[in-house]
């Protein structure tokens, strides 16, 4: 792996940073098509992928993480990795091999997972100094767990802070975002005690559907649902985010996104819907959920770039999301933020592993041979027409 080193940021240039591993995946589909191999994934792969789509190419650095680099790393993924442009910390040890993990995908989107190799899982005390003062955190990982991180990141800020070592950026004195994914091992009755602990320390928490109802011994949750319902309330009630002005956004696969914070909630439906004869473009959901939540994570601290102006100026002249957004208050980044989180997630399910990258004749950054904030375009004109049609079924208003 000579000369494998890729671009590193400096202090304050950091907006996004996952702490999820990176992982090669062996997928099995149950018969339904052949299994693969070697395919780049984990968490980490598929986060960054999201918030690479958000930042575009012209923030690429701004995207950061770790990557463990075993004996058997192949070199066709490195130049995959390094052609996202992100600020990658690449570490190699080949006294061990690179994490792998096995998927088996069962109907209704249950999933089976294992490792196949020892994993190494990444700390905060391995972040760079830069990674250290990202303006946003993605983790996957137990409530405890995500207490611990919270914990650590805030403790090396400040440290840093104390001896004159903080970034003269403004964001640097602000609080970051943190984005939790519970891991779905964890998502178990037992583990609901500090399942309410860690969200009053994140921004966003989100698990999936299934994995909502598997920590409430409910078979899983619906928005329709009376004891669904009272679930959303009781954790908006118990608190998320320092100021209980954080978001719980429910991941429910084809059916698209809920997200609820203390006064308002929205329904977004997936970028994938199925056409006429029933079929979609969706090849392959691993890493999806990953995918939405670093986009999230990213779309949180885009305010003013080219996604969120493409959303504006699909929306404005909607009185129902201008009312939505008054209703939102400080907190209106997030819709944006949800609906870039969608599109992300769209393009991640139409292949088995990571959209491909590519360039135009005309210098434009293409995945899967689409521009991210055209679709974002195409994807908000559709929104706009049903909000207009039905309010109520976006903004779950009765």
Known sequence: MAGAKVQTAQPGDVEFCTLGMFILDDIEFGGSRPGVKNILGGAASFAVVGARLVAGAPYARSVSWIVDVGS???RETLAVIKSWDTSCVIREDHGRLTTR???GYHPNEKRDFKYLTPKLRLEPSMLSEAQVWSRTFHMVCSPSRCISIVQAIL???EELRRVGQAPS???AAERPVFVWEPVPDLCTPE???MFFEANRVVDVVSPNHMELGMMFDQPGWTVDGDQSQALVQKIINSG?????DGCLAIRAGKEGSYAYSKDQKIWLPAYHQPDASGSTAVVDPTGAGNSFLGALAQGIVTAGREPFEVIESVLSPSENWKKAMEAWGNRQDLPLALICATVAAGFVVEQIGVPQKSVAGNGKEL?????FTERVRLYTQRLYRTVEESPQRHLLTN
Not at 240 to 244: F, H, K, S
Request: hydrophobic residues 25%.
């Open 240 to 244: 998320i985010g320092l100021n209980g």
């Open 155 to 157: 403790h090396r800020r």
């Open 191 to 193: 583990e609901q005690k």
């Open 72 to 74: 058997d790393f192949p």
């Open 101 to 103: 993990a096995w998927n």
């Open 367 to 371: 995945w899967n041979q689409s521009e």
């Open 169 to 171: 950026t403004k964001h």
